[in-house]
């Protein structure tokens, strides 16, 4: 059950894994920031195509994300139904136009083109970066994470802090499943059969010893880390740190083509979305 | 100054593991409402504690690492308006510190009353006026359904923080000395 929960870095070796954690976690943010404000469908589409070529090359088996990619049509449908039925004319007051499909647009049901791209628009928008984040996920380790996320200016504080976070995940993760299995020996319901309230009691039970047992782990942390002179200097070092390759300049030069491109069309399209009805 | 560099390392680490508690707790205890991508949070209760022991940075930071890890393991990509949301929040709760002064192992009636009052507001402003209008502006969603969802989203988490985020904070007090509770023998 752990493993269908948690994806996690598994070694290969492939172009992808040999790229520097900066590199992918650059690319990562700046075509999920760009995606996230154009609204033109080629250019997401494209993105799109890009990132699945990524992932396909990148050899990661779909056992390892089948999970992850049921959640998430799950999540993209139930979301696209209630963008539809809390506004279904929200595509023809986008563009201006409207070719109807069915209704007309002076009821509140009805159908039009400008609503279908619409609403393919949002379904790209939540499913365009999901290729790139597993492969940052599963091609990254989590050590080089920190030191990439050092790397592209974060305090090194910080980067510590999300290393700590990711390498507790686990830990936390194994407290919470025996303190749950302990009080549910002891009857306390958690599951689906029992109500809201003596789920949220089961719950109460539950988490209570799994905060203050981990208040005590973040002392103990902290004075091991206190101990070896953590945050005595300005800088550190990282031991799985990677230097630039030529692969990753052009990786680079790749994503700052593709981040220009995305910026173009926003001049070409006078705004975010692209209008093919105009 | 050497107080303030061991403080600085603990702030380190509870940035790294209360984001790991709050990843967790985000994961397996959820409680669904209905309405998507909200529930019950339990991880939300869990900040005022967090806030009230180590300060806005850490519980800020802790927030939106966990939710953003959340995010990244289960939809794939993080949401970033309420992620960002959900990390002031974390600040604005840790803002509440001194007030709360919770180390002093004395936790009056008035004081949870008024730090109650304070994160009700608090999560009024993030979530029904800042995270939606973000939703707006950024993912162009419809605003009636990022309303609801954000107005949903307020009375959960309140509700959370009223409930659990209390008696942890109860409890915790608990924990701790009183100070002045040692007299001197006459």
């Given at each position: 059950m752990a493993k269908q929960l948690f994806v996690g870095y598994n070694e290969r070796n492939t172009f992808l894994h040999r790229l520097s954690g900066s590199t992918k976690l650059i690319g990562f943010v700046s075509l999920s920031i760009i995606g996230m404000v154009t609204f033109d469908t080629r250019f997401l589409l494209g993105v799109l195509i890009f990132s699945?070529?990524?992932?396909?090359?990148?050899?990661?088996?779909f056992s390892e994300i089948s999970f992850i990619i049921k959640v998430i049509i799950g999540f993209a449908a139930f979301n696209l139904l209630l963008v539809y039925l809390f506004a279904?004319?929200?595509?023809?007051?986008?563009?201006?136009?409207?070719?109807?499909?069915?209704?007309?647009?002076?009821?509140?049901?009805?159908?039009?083109?400008?609503?279908?791209?619409?609403?393919f628009n949002v379904l790209l928008k939540y499913t365009f970066a999901v290729p790139l984040a597993l492969i940052f996920l599963l091609t990254t380790e989590p050590s080089e994470f920190a030191a990439s996320l050092n790397k592209v200016g974060i305090s090194y504080k910080i980067s510590y802090s999300v290393e700590i976070a990711l390498r507790y995940i686990p830990n936390v993760q194994r407290d919470y499943r025996t303190i749950s299995l302990a009080q549910q020996a002891r009857g306390y319901e958690i599951s689906?059969?029992?109500?809201l309230i003596t789920?949220?009691?089961?719950?109460?039970?539950?988490?209570?010893?799994?905060?203050?047992?981990?208040?005590?782990?973040?002392?103990?942390v902290s004075q091991a880390m206190s101990l070896r002179r953590f945050g005595r200097h300005n800088k550190r070092t990282w031991y799985m740190a990677r230097r630039f390759k030529s692969a990753d300049y052009i990786a680079l030069l790749m994503i700052l083509i593709i981040v220009v491109v995305g910026i173009g069309l926003f001049k070409v399209n006078n705004g975010r979305f692209w209008n093919p009805f105009k | 100054m050497k107080k303030k560099d061991n403080n600085s390392v603990q702030v380190v680490v509870a940035t790294g593991i209360g984001a790991a508690i709050i990843f967790v707790l985000m994961k397996f205890i959820a409680i669904p409402t209905g309405i998507s991508d909200t529930q019950v949070n339990v991880a939300e209760g869990f900040l005022p504690l967090l806030a009230a022991?180590?300060?806005?940075?850490?519980?800020?930071?802790?927030?939106?690492?966990?939710?953003?890890?959340?995010?990244?393991?289960?939809?794939?990509?993080?949401?970033?308006?309420?992620?960002?949301?959900?990390?002031?929040?974390?600040?604005?709760?840790?803002?509440?510190?001194?007030?709360?002064?919770?180390?002093?192992?004395?936790?009056?009636?008035?004081?949870?009353?008024?730090?109650n009052v304070y994160q009700v507001v608090v999560n009024f402003i993030g979530w029904v006026l800042l995270a939606?209008?973000?939703?707006?502006?950024?993912?162009?969603?419809?605003?009636?359904?990022?309303?609801?969802?954000?107005?949903?989203?307020?009375?959960?988490?309140?509700?959370?923080?009223?409930?659990?985020?209390?008696?942890?904070?109860?409890?915790?007090?608990?924990?701790?000395?009183?100070?002045?509770?040692?007299?001197?023998?006459?």
């Open positions: 699945i070529i990524l992932f396909w090359k990148s050899q990661i088996k279904p004319g929200y595509g023809i007051s986008i563009y201006g136009t409207h070719h109807m499909i069915f209704g007309n647009p002076k009821h509140y049901f009805n159908l039009s083109t400008e609503e279908l791209l619409y609403l689906k059969k029992a109500n789920r949220a009691k089961g719950a109460i039970q539950i988490i209570l010893p799994l905060i203050f047992t981990s208040l005590d782990r973040i002392e103990v | 022991i180590y300060g806005p940075v850490a519980a800020g930071l802790a927030m939106f690492i966990g939710h953003a890890l959340n995010d990244f393991v289960t939809y794939g990509s993080p949401w970033w308006t309420w992620v960002i949301v959900d990390g002031l929040v974390g600040v604005a709760f840790g803002l509440f510190k001194r007030q709360l002064d919770i180390q002093s192992g004395s936790l009056s009636v008035a004081k949870l009353v008024l730090f939606p209008t973000g939703d707006v502006l950024i993912y162009h969603e419809p605003a009636s359904k990022v309303y609801l969802q954000g107005i949903t989203t307020w009375i959960l988490n309140s509700a959370s923080v009223a409930i659990i985020g209390t008696i942890l904070l109860v409890l915790y007090a608990k924990t701790r000395t009183k100070r002045g509770s040692l007299k001197k023998e006459k």
